[in-house]
Structure formats: structure tokens, C-alpha cells
């Protein structure tokens, strides 16, 4: 970055690559900001001027240039593409971000998402006139409580975390309806939680009380029980959770949590390694967000918004939002008003994201019940696999423990290496592979989550462990140079992510002139 915190020309360190005239790496090419390609006097298309006119925009007319960058279209057209090709992607090689699910996105439910009758409807288009595609939100949620053995659900929240907010939102509407808001303000939450959790119940005006794990890594019933009281609104528990660990005691905790007149949430992103296998509503669950674009294999990010519906019990079902989806004969309608009902309101303008729900209900009926046991399994199967084979090297924080579908590391293999678990990352990176999760969950010293998936092969698995025990035995024969300067081969090395993130430089502004 340079002092007006513009990105400058990529610097390469390593002997053998040289500086290249370009600012190109081979046939990666620098990409600069379209505003510092484009002029502004200049447009794509010659028009005539216009012929004198009075405009009829009265107050709206603009004043100012548009300021906007004039390209021409094959210009605009290579800009985007190359922006395109800096995104590393699921499409191009394994992505193991422990907690994120990160699996191959089928080719079908793309294809599927694009038939008009989804594709092409408006929100507010007359009910009688999206029948196909109501009755497919209908059959989406059918599935859903089927897999979950749950009551109700909503399909409208965009996002793991917003799906979050949905049910801690139905749970604040039961209690209030119960006449305890003034008393239950305390929401528990294991240390290991995902951010998103605390986050939640303290925008909804819940302070949070932390629950220690034990040792094992697990929530214990006695740990729940200390903290519970009758200041107690709910628990968010992740299961399985972010320590890659079936919750054991889970039944008896959410026991607890009931007879305390507290409502148990699941934080359901870890869905992936049950599915099929375990009913969130046989373990007492009340209210379960379910991250479509991690279980059910919808696009994260680029792809499209996100959807992740809440599973509801039949003690939080009255309070769902609306819009909500209701039958009557064989015509289906969406229900947009709360009067009458004990709804807690609307989360979203509309009904959700029809286009995840049309891939998510496509990779369900591709796989079929079966199929979704299986693919849990083979979650659980893939991420053992490489727990065992990378044992011998890398420390994991709870012994050897058969772990669900993700494995967790920490980092005290690489005591006195003078490595860290951020420098063993970023030279993964120049071995052209996506690092892992790293520094979550915090309990974990130098975490390092990995979560390979169902949907890498054989193969692919083997080619990534290699790489991993390679970089692992470097590390420890004390090849830190490599660690410490990498990632050698990336167009950015290492970016102050902070900075970025509390100071993001969102807006170009025109460098100034040159003086003679
Ligand atoms: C991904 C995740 C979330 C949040 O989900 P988004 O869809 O990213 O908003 C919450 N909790 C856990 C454990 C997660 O892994």
C-alpha cells in the first residue's frame, strides 16, 4: 500500500522470479482499478451531441459529471474477467475451511435454478400466477422438517447468521408472550462459539453468559446447569460443534435448559455431518438455522444470496415471520399479514431466495434420503482420513478422538519452529492450495480447522495431505525462511487485514494533479 492506502505494484521477493515490466506474473496479470484505467472524459460510444432540448428533470437534472470510467467494451469486458480469475474457488481446488462447508456445487441444480418458471418470477407477482414455485418451497420445506423432525419453518432468513436472528427472534416473541421479557435478558453460549452467536443475542438486547467447555472439548451438563437461572432466555449451542466434536451430553442439556424455562438453540452450520443420520428435534432442539449453502451444497458468496432457513418447534412455531407459506385444497398462498397470528413480524421484503431454494431442493431429491445419510458419512469418513494421516506430525488439542467432518489442530507441534500457525498458511498458499481455517475456534491455541468434505476425491485428499506433511516436515527441519516470507508466489502477501477491515478505503478518489 502506498500513503494514500492504494495498492502498489506487487513486489517479488523470490530470487528466481523477476520483477516483471508488467506487474504480471506470468499470465496472471495485474489488475488495476478500472478508475485508475478509465478516463472520465471519455466514453465507449460515440454519440452525436445532443441536439438542444429542454430537460424535463426539474430538481432531479445532475450537476455534475457522472464520473464514471470510459472504457470501451472490450476494456470493461477484460477488466471484470480478470477480476473474475483473482477469486480462488471451489471450482478450482480444494477449499477445506473448517465450520464453512465449502463442497462442490452440482452442475444440476445451476441448471435447474435456471428453468424460467424460477428464474423468471417477481416477488410481487400475483400468487395464482407461481403455483410451481410455491408448491417447490412447500416440498423444500417438507424435506426440512423431515430431516430435522421439527414443527415449522422459515424460509425467508438470507444467512447462517440471519437465520440466527430469525429464531432468537421467535424465541424473544415466546417469551415475551409468556410475560418474562423483563426477567430472561441472559442468553449462554459456550466459549467456542461461532462469533455470530454472541453477536445475535446481544443486537436482540440479550447479554451474554459464557459456558466453559471441558477439557474434552465437549459442554457439560454440570457447566450448563451452573450457569442457568431464571434470568435465562436460551442457549445457542453449536452441534456438532466448532471443535469438530459431537456434543455428548447434548439431550441432558437441552433437558436442563427446559426445566429452567430456557429455549435451546442450535447453531445448525455443522448440519454437514449429520444429516440423515440425527434429528436436531430428537435431541430437544427448539429453534435451528440450516445453512443451505454449506449442507445443501448451494453457492457461498458469488453464486448468489444466501439462504439459511429456521427450523422451528412446536413451541416457537406460532411465532415464525412472515411471509409463510399456507394451504388451502390444492392452492397454496403465502400468509403476509400478522394480524391473527402470533407472528413476531418480517425478517426480509419477501419470501427468500428462491434460487437456493430451487439448488438446495435439487441436491436433495438428486441424492435422496439415502444419499444425504451417505454423504454425511462420507464427510465424517474424509475428514478422519486426513486426521489419521496427519497425526503423526500435527498436535490436536482433545488426543486422538474420532472427530466429525472436520478435524482440529492446534499448534504446538510447531513450538520453537519459530512458525506460526498463520505463516503455515500462507505457504500453503504458494503451494497453490486454500488454507484451512485458521484461529478458530479461539479455544483452540493457533487453530487450525480443516473440513475437507464429502466431495473431494481419493485423490484429491491424498494430493493435499502430501502437501501438508511436505510443508509440516519442512517446518520442522527449520526451513523457516519459507514460512515467514510466504506467500512467495501470491500477487499480495500478507495484507493488513485489520486495517482492512476497520479502515476499508471504499471510495477512489483522483490522484492529484502532477505539477511541471
Ligand atoms: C457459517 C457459520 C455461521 C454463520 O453462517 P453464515 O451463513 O455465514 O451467516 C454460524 N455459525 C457457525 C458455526 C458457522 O460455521
Not at 454519440?47 to 437534472?61: A, I, M, N, S, W
Not at 452467536?197 to 453468559?209: D, E, H, I, Q
Request: charged share 20%; net charge negative.
Amino acid at each position: 500500500m502506498n500513503s494514500e492506502g492504494r495498492p502498489t505494484q506487487p513486489q517479488i521477493a523470490t530470487p528466481l522470479a523477476p520483477q516483471t515490466f508488467t506487474g504480471a506474473r506470468a499470465l496472471q496479470i495485474h489488475e488495476a482499478l478500472i478508475f485508475d484505467t478509465g478516463r472520465l472524459d471519455f466514453t465507449g460510444v460515440d454519440l452525436d451531441p445532443p441536439k438542444p432540448f429542454t430537460p424535463r428533470l426539474g430538481g432531479l437534472e445532475r450537476k455534475s459529471e457522472i464520473g464514471l470510467p470510459g472504457l470501451s467494451e472490450p476494456e470493461t469486458m477484460r477488466h471484470y474477467v480478470r477480476l473474475s480469475q483473482k477469486n480462488y474457488a471451489i471450482d478450482m481446488g480444494p477449499y477445506p475451511l473448517g465450520s464453512c462447508t465449502m463442497k462442490h456445487n452440482p452442475r444440476l441444480n445451476e441448471k435447474m435454478a435456471r428453468l424460467p418458471g424460477f428464474a423468471d418470477i417477481h416477488p410481487l407477482q400475483p400468487v395464482s400466477t407461481v403455483q410451481g414455485a410455491l408448491a417447490l418451497m412447500e416440498e423444500l420445506a417438507d424435506w426440512l422438517l423431515k430431516l430435522t423432525n421439527m414443527d415449522a419453518v422459515a424460509l425467508t432468513p438470507k444467512a447462517g447468521a440471519h437465520g440466527e436472528m430469525c429464531g432468537m427472534m421467535a424465541i424473544k416473541a415466546a417469551i415475551s408472550a409468556r410475560g418474562e421479557a423483563e426477567t430472561r435478558k441472559v442468553v449462554l453460549a459456550p466459549e467456542s462459539a461461532h462469533g455470530t452467536n454472541p453477536a445475535t443475542a446481544a443486537a436482540l438486547g440479550f447479554s451474554v453468559r459464557a459456558v466453559p467447555a471441558g477439557a474434552d472439548g465437549l459442554v457439560h451438563p454440570e457447566a450448563v446447569a451452573a450457569a442457568l437461572g431464571p434470568d435465562v432466555a436460551a442457549i445457542m449451542l453449536t452441534n456438532p460443534n466448532t471443535c469438530g466434536l459431537f456434543e455428548r451430553d447434548i439431550v441432558e442439556i437441552a433437558r436442563l435448559v427446559h426445566e429452567a424455562g430456557a429455549y435451546f438453540y442450535c447453531d445448525g452450520a455443522n448440519f454437514n455431518a449429520i444429516v440423515g443420520k440425527v434429528r436436531p428435534g430428537d435431541l430437544g432442539v427448539d429453534a435451528m438455522h440450516i445453512n443451505l449453502h454449506k449442507t445443501f451444497s448451494t453457492p457461498h458468496g458469488g453464486g448468489g444470496p444466501g439462504a439459511g432457513p429456521v427450523v422451528l418447534s412446536s413451541r416457537l412455531a406460532p411465532f415464525a415471520p412472515v411471509p409463510f407459506l399456507k394451504r388451502e385444497g390444492d392452492r397454496l398462498t403465502l400468509v403476509e399479514e400478522t394480524e391473527g397470528t402470533q407472528s413476531f413480524g418480517r425478517m426480509a421484503a419477501f419470501h427468500g431466495q428462491m434460487g437456493m431454494f430451487v439448488r438446495a431442493l435439487a441436491y436433495m431429491l438428486s441424492h435422496g434420503a439415502d444419499g444425504l445419510a451417505k454423504a454425511s458419512e462420507d464427510a465424517v469418513l474424509a475428514a478422519n482420513y486426513v486426521r489419521v494421516c496427519l497425526n503423526d506430525l500435527f498436535s490436536s488439542p482433545f488426543g486422538d478422538r474420532i472427530c466429525m467432518h472436520e478435524v482440529l489442530f492446534d499448534d504446538r507441534w510447531l513450538k520453537d519452529t519459530g512458525i506460526t500457525t498463520l505463516d503455515f498458511a500462507k505457504a500453503m498458499i504458494d503451494e497453490g492450495i486454500h488454507p484451512m481455517t485458521v484461529y478458530f475456534p479461539l479455544v483452540v491455541h493457533g487453530a487450525m480447522l480443516i473440513e475437507p468434505t464429502e466431495s473431494e476425491s481419493i485423490v484429491s485428499l491424498t494430493l493435499f495431505i502430501a502437501t501438508l506433511r511436505d510443508l509440516a516436515i519442512r517446518a520442522l527441519r527449520g526451513e523457516t525462511e519459507r514460512f515467514l516470507g510466504a506467500p512467495y508466489y501470491a500477487p499480495r502477501k500478507r495484507l493488513d487485514e485489520t486495517a482492512a477491515a476497520r479502515k476499508p478505503v471504499l471510495r477512489w478518489t483522483p490522484p492529484e494533479p502532477i505539477e511541471d
